[in-house]
């Protein structure tokens, strides 16, 4: 069977982005949803500063609101010291550094340099996996910035090493801004896949251009399995102005069973799922 994997990123990365304050109770309704339809691994908040994303404020609430599916996990994006800590208390089975490949996106999203954001993250890592919480890696702005333009293949893969070095299992490539082109992509991962094996990798791609499920089929033929989507095509960051949703799930699902995939998801549930989001 050729198995492909969709990491359900909606929850996070599809509400963070939204104006008004969703009610609690509708999240988590989400969340049920979700892993109802079968996902492996789900997206289901951060624990960041509230002053940063005030939407994510009740990420503790959330998560001790959800029913735990027997055959999901759950991940939360954390920053800091101060994340780790309140997804321990709530019990995740999974959480989320997220770094940038330029000083400018950093700066903005996490307000340090590269580099102070490595040594941030180096002492949560050991400290999740010393309490045997798998740690996944993020990688901002892969190909395009949108405070500094054009991102050199090297500095993803420099980022990369270092997270994969600190404990991470896998990296997510975030196309932070749905700028990704066949070129810009298989010049990336031409780069990534000639030193680092394909089942450390993982795409995330915003679907600004329409190009995200095309990316994903590139990034298919060098070898990655793992993809992140959001129920409804919901999504984007804060602090990269313009972009778009996370590449749609139930879209991506149907593309890649069309070409022979398989995503194990159950499709009338993803229905439903959206119609909840
Ligand atoms: P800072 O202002 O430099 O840090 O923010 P600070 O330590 O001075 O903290 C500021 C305030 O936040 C303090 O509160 C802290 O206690 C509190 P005050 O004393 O002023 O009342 N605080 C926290 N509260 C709760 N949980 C925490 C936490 N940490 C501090 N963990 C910081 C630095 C990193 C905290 C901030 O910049 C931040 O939270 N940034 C997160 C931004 C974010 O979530 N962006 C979106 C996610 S990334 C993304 O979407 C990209 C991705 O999808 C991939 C892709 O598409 O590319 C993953
Ligand atoms: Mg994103």
Request: some cysteine.
């Amino acid at each position: 069977m050729n198995a492909v994997e969709l990491v359900e990123v909606g929850p996070r990365d599809g509400l963070q982005n939204e104006k008004s304050l969703i009610p609690t109770e509708a999240k988590i309704r989400l969340i049920d949803s979700l892993s109802e339809a079968g996902f492996g691994l789900i997206e289901a908040t951060s624990f960041v500063s509230p002053k940063w994303v005030p939407q994510l404020a009740d990420a503790a609430e959330v998560m001790a609101g959800i029913t735990r599916h027997p055959d999901s996990d759950y991940i939360v994006l954390i920053p800091n010291q101060r994340g780790l800590a309140g997804a321990l208390a709530a019990e995740v089975d999974e959480v989320a550094v997220f770094g940038a490949a330029t000083e400018g996106f950093s700066q903005h999203n996490i307000n340090c340099s590269v580099r102070e954001s490595l040594d941030r993250f180096r002492p949560v890592v050991a400290e999740a996996l010393a309490a045997s919480i798998r740690v996944r890696g993020y990688i901002s702005v892969v190909v395009h910035c949108p405070y500094e333009g054009t991102v050199a293949p090297e500095s993803v893969l420099t980022l990369a090493e270092d997270l994969l070095a600190m404990g991470c299992y896998e990296i997510s490539l975030g196309d932070t801004t749905g700028q990704g082109t066949k070129d810009t992509i298989c010049t990336l991962l031409d780069l990534l896949c000639a030193h680092l094996p394909g089942d450390k990798l993982a795409g995330h791609f915003h679907d600004t251009n329409h190009q995200a499920i095309a990316n994903v089929k590139h990034a298919l033929g060098y070898g990655l399995k793992r993809f992140d989507s959001a129920i409804g095509g919901l999504g984007g960051c804060p602090y990269a102005p313009g972009a778009k949703g996370n590449v749609n799930t139930l879209a991506l699902h149907d593309a890649l069973e069309q070409v022979g995939w398989q995503t194990g998801l159950n499709r009338d549930k993803l229905i439903s799922a959206e119609q909840v989001g």
